[in-house]
Structure formats: structure tokens, C-alpha cells
């Protein structure tokens, strides 16, 4: 059992990686020390705690190196403490598959909400918002085998599919209100939709979910320092 | 052990994704079928067993497919084990560092600018790839392999990229061994491995496929 000052999470409230780490964290119910990082002004802290890639999620534990990379956090994190909540299956096919999405959500699809913010012009967005949409369709044909009728990813219970895609659930709405469009809808994806609902009241995920007003300034400095390419 | 028709490997020769896998059923032991693949022209099977990216390589196991390198690699540790210590370690703090170099290739090694450009652009290139090849320099620091005694899944993301080394030392210019001597050490150990020699092409070969490719561009 992790004491409180055994283990620190460096990160930032807007990041949806350090979230899904922090779902984990609670889901395990490991206690942990939260370290709130300005990206815009990197402390000597996250530059030498990751020196490769000078990002967040940085976890600390003990006195150990520390460890990067959300994905690589969230299977350490069930590797430590196995017996409360497991994230991941046990069956070797099943996690290969819950990787290959989690792959998939990270490297191809989450993506496109930031490239739908740089990308200047109706028609340039047009085009982002229709690969997305063909995306939400992936992910609820997705969504549909892992649950096997049941309510998450995970089954029963929230699981490695519902950590990796449900913490970009706030920044879904935000891009969704900021284009006039929807990421997941009734008709298209009703499953998602539902999914969304459940995810976003559940114990460990409600009180890490950042409001509005994180977001919004999180974007205006987005905005700020890698602005929208030129038309 | 499986029978080989309930293993079978989609691949394309030149790959070092494939490799990856190559080299981990060796080191397990698995026999196998293999099937090469087109990139540019793929089979039906391809398509069915991999539509979310229609890439290689794909392994289908009892008719299953699983998809992405290190993912497929991870897969077959967990699936076939031995008695050799497994590719990645036990230790969940030296399996999460293990995953994270693994990842650290997959996200900055590419080294294709260096025969794509030319002039200033071919230079910067070829800083970009050193400097890469000495921050996993310092990783080795005094360990045989990246993350310790044993030879495993980050040493498996990396090795197959040496054999491209001839090709971009050629084309570049460059001397690798000269700048980075730990590097290309730890590529010799390597190469010592059976599964390592016997699944990666000859690098005249990838040397060859190489230029073909940058007719094609146009250089």
C-alpha cells in the first residue's frame, strides 16, 4: 500500500494524460501527491524528471528514476497494485487488443482535435471533423465488443478502454461547442453517447474532470504558442 | 509447441517492425508460417486482418490477428513462455522503463530524411539521428543491453534499424562507428544473437531497396 509521500504525480489539470492517470490512481485507491506543472514555464523538477521528452504525466515513486509516458504509468500502476480494480485483462489476445485501441485513440484519433484547431479555413476543418467522425464510428463498433452489452469498455466496471478514451471526454465537448459539431451522437454512435453519461459521473473520474474555465485558458495559450497555421 | 499453420506472420522483408517480431517468435522458439506482403499492393488478408491501418506486421494466431510491433511483441512474451528470462523483465519499474525506450524508437528514430534531402537539410538530419544515437548511448552507459544483463523487448524495438545503418552511412556521408563506438558495440552484441542474425536482411540488400526507393522519389 502506497503511503501519501511515496508517490507524486507531476502534471497539469488540463492534460487529459495526466487524467487518465489520475483515474487509475483513484480507482486503486493509491494515495499520491499531486505536483501542478505550467507547461509554459517548465520547472526544474518535470525537465529533470524527464529530461527525453520534458512532458506530463511524471510519476515518482519512492526513491526510484521516475517514470513518463501515461500508458506506460497506467500498466505500472496495475502491475504495483494488482489486486485492487485490474485495468488490464489477464488474457494475452485481450490486452494485445485493448493496447491496439489505446494505440489507435492516442496516436490517430485524439490528434485531430488538435489538428482541427490549427487548421485554418471551413474547408481545411470540414475535413477534420469528417475523420473524426469517422473515428467515433470506429470507436463505438469498438465499444460494442469490448462491453459485450455491458456498460464500459471494461465490462461492469470502468477499465484500461474507459481510462485511455474517457479522459478526453471534456476536451469532446469543448471541441464540439468550439466547431458546432458532435464527436459522438445519438444516431451514430448511441452506445458512446450513453457511455459518456456513465463515465462522467463515476466516483474516480467526476472530481479529476477539468471544468470549463481550465480549458478555455489551457486553449488560449495553445492559441498563444503554437498558433493556427496561416491560410 | 504451436503447430506453424496456427502462426502466421504478415510481413514485408524490408521492415524493421516485422523484424521486431522476426526476432522475438525466434527467441521463443515458435514455429511459424510467413507471408510476404506488398505494401503497395495488399492482399485481401491484409485487409480483413488489419482494417483500421492496413499495415504490416500483422501475426494471426488461431486465426486472431493482433496489430502494431511492440504490441505484437509484448503478446508473443506473454503468450510462449520459456525458460529464458521473458523479453520483458518481471520487475514492473524495469518493465515500465523497457516500455518507455521501446517507445522512445517508435517516436523519434527516423532516419529516412537523411536520403530524402540534401544541402542543410540533409546535415541537420544527420545531427538529429547522432544526437538520437547518443541519448540511447547514455541509456546503455555501462549495460550489455538498454535495460540490463538480459537482451529484451527495447533492445528488440531498436536492433532492427542497424540494418540500415550501411545505407545511411553511404548516402550521408557519415561514419557511425566513429561517433557513437558504444552504440555500434551493443549493435555487435546483438547481431551475436541467432534471432537477431537470421531475421534481419543483409544490408546491402536494404542498401539496394533503399535507392530504389529514392528513384522513385525522384533524388
Known amino acids: ?21 489520475q483515474f487509475v490512481l483513484n480507482l486503486k485507491s493509491i494515495e499520491y501527491e499531486y505536483i501542478e506543472e505550467n507547461l509554459a514555464c517548465k520547472s526544474e523538477l518535470l525537465l529533470t524528471s524527464n529530461p527525453v521528452h520534458k512532458k506530463v504525466p511524471v510519476l515518482i515513486h519512492a526513491n526510484k528514476p521516475p517514470i513518463c509516458e501515461s500508458l506506460i504509468i497506467i500498466e505500472y500502476l496495475d502491475e504495483i497494485k494488482p489486486d485492487v480494480h485490474r485495468i488490464l485483462p489477464s488474457d494475452p489476445l485481450e490486452r494485445a487488443d485493448n493496447r491496439f485501441w489505446a494505440n489507435y485513440i492516442d496516436n490517430k484519433f485524439f490528434p485531430l482535435y488538435e489538428e482541427m484547431r490549427v ?3 471551413k474547408e481545411g476543418k470540414d475535413a477534420i471533423k469528417k475523420r473524426i467522425i469517422e473515428g467515433s464510428v470506429l ?11 455491458k456498460t464500459y469498455f471494461g465490462g461492469d466496471d470502468v477499465g484500461y478502454l474507459d481510462v ?27 452506445r458512446l453517447v450513453e457511455w459518456v453519461k456513465r463515465i462522467w459521473s463515476h466516483e474516480a473520474v467526476k472530481d479529476v474532470i477539468p471544468g470549463n474555465e481550465v480549458l478555455v485558458n489551457f486553449y488560449m495559450m495553445l492559441q498563444k504558442y503554437r498558433p493556427p497555421r496561416a491560410v | 509447441m504451436a503447430s506453424s ?11 524493421p517492425f516485422g523484424e521486431r517480431v522476426e526476432i522475438a517468435l525466434a527467441e521463443k522458439g515458435v514455429h511459424y508460417d510467413y507471408k510476404e506482403e506488398d505494401w503497395a499492393d495488399k492482399s485481401s488478408l491484409l485487409l480483413q486482418m488489419n482494417p483500421v491501418h492496413k499495415k504490416l506486421p500483422v501475426l494471426i494466431h488461431h486465426g486472431k490477428p493482433i496489430c502494431e510491433s511492440n504490441i505484437i511483441v509484448q503478446y508473443i512474451d506473454e503468450t510462449w513462455q520459456t525458460e529464458d528470462p521473458p523479453l520483458l523483465p518481471s520487475d514492473p519499474y524495469l518493465k515500465a522503463q523497457a516500455r518507455f525506450w521501446a517507445d522512445f524508437v517508435d517516436n523519434k528514430v527516423n532516419f529516412s530524411a537523411i536520403w530524402r534531402t540534401k544541402g542543410e537539410e540533409q546535415e541537420r538530419a544527420k545531427k538529429e539521428f547522432i544526437d538520437l544515437l547518443k541519448v540511447l548511448e547514455e541509456q546503455l552507459g555501462e549495460k550489455p543491453y538498454l535495460i540490463g544483463e538480459s537482451f529484451g523487448y527495447a533492445d528488440i524495438a531498436l536492433i532492427p ?58 533524388n
Open chain 2, 161 to 218: 534499424f542497424s540494418c540500415w545503418f550501411y545505407a545511411v552511412e553511404i548516402i550521408g556521408k557519415m561514419n557511425i562507428e566513429k561517433e557513437c563506438p558504444k552504440f555500434i558495440e551493443w549493435v555487435k552484441r546483438c547481431m551475436e544473437r541467432e534471432s537477431v542474425s537470421k531475421s534481419l536482411p543483409d544490408p546491402h540488400k536494404i542498401y539496394e531497396y533503399v535507392l530504389e526507393l529514392m528513384k522513385k522519389l525522384g
Open chain 2, 5 to 15: 499453420n496456427d502462426v502466421v506472420l504478415l510481413n514485408f522483408w524490408a521492415s
Open chain 1, 1 to 21: 500500500m502506497a503511503k501519501k509521500s511515496e508517490i507524486k504525480l507531476i502534471g497539469t489539470v488540463a492534460s487529459p494524460f495526466v487524467n487518465r492517470v
Open chain 1, 164 to 190: 485511455v478514451l474517457g479522459c478526453f471526454i471534456a476536451w469532446t465537448k469543448f471541441t464540439e461547442k468550439n466547431n458546432e459539431f458532435k464527436v459522438f451522437d445519438e444516431v451514430r454512435t448511441p
Open chain 1, 139 to 149: 470507436l463505438e463498433e469498438a465499444f460494442i465488443k469490448f462491453s459485450r452489452g
Open chain 1, 119 to 121: 487548421t485554418p479555413g
